[in-house]
């Protein structure tokens, strides 16, 4: 893929530097790009000139683990081209990433198996970048060297993306029982917007159960402020 980061300073440039992520997107829409997709913590646009897409969470701490992948693990080829990242207010994370597409299951365990069976590459850099979530993020989730996350550039090259995450079913588990240990351990600016990521990767909870978790959380935050 030919297209450089520089490409897509304009649309950033259009992005104010206190906007949401209700913000940015309506920002990107307003300039052509459209919606894509939804998946795990965000949801996508894709750029005008169908090169880039735009992954847009209203909460995501581990977007700045997973841009740092794609930057460190670059010069391997096996990690998609990084156009652009920022964190947004209340907790939220916007990439600018190259048009990835879908991997047949086979292909894609294929790659996985020769990944996590070669020395040093992109392991090695994923390795080393979640030891240092572990250590800095409560509810830290897995390595997820999964063949869904398995995609294909537009010049054929197979790459490896989202492999970092938190434990999303264990912190909104402990968001609705325990409302008090989350508001403790995170802080309020940086989880805003807990409530409004994708269902999908929620644990199964419905939108009202969602309401409440935000809802236990405000209550918490104003407990706190009250000490």
Avoid at 21 to 29: I, N, P, V, Y
Avoid at 95 to 124: C, M, N, W, Y
Wanted: charge should be negative.
């Amino acid at each position: 893929m030919t297209t450089e980061a520089g490409s897509y300073d304009n649309s950033l440039a259009l992005i104010h530097p206190d906007a949401d992520h209700k913000d940015a997107e309506a920002a990107l829409l307003d300039a052509g790009w459209t919606r894509c997709g939804a998946g795990d913590w965000a949801i996508a646009l894709s750029s005008p000139d169908g090169r880039a897409a735009a992954r847009i969470s209203p909460f995501d701490p581990a977007g700045t683990y997973n841009t740092a992948f794609y930057r460190e693990a670059a010069p391997t080829g096996q990690v998609p081209a990084l156009f652009g990242h920022r964190r947004l207010p209340g907790g939220g994370d916007l990439q600018i990433l190259e048009l990835l597409e879908r991997v047949p299951e086979e292909e894609a365990t294929g790659f996985v198996r020769t990944v996590q069976e070669s020395d040093g590459g992109i392991l090695e850099v994923a390795l080393r970048i979640h030891e240092r979530l572990r250590r800095e993020q409560p509810w830290p989730g897995p390595l997820d060297f999964n063949p869904t996350n398995v995609m294909r550039t537009a010049d054929g090259r197979l790459v490896m993306m989202d492999v970092f995450a938190l434990d999303g079913p264990r912190l909104y588990g402990t968001a609705a029982t325990d409302p008090d240990l989350v508001a403790a351990r995170i802080p309020e600016s940086e989880r805003r917007f807990i409530a409004e990521i994708p269902l999908a990767t929620t644990g199964g909870r419905q939108d009202e159960q969602m309401r409440a978790i935000g809802a236990a959380l405000d209550r918490a935050d104003a407990r706190r402020r009250a000490q």
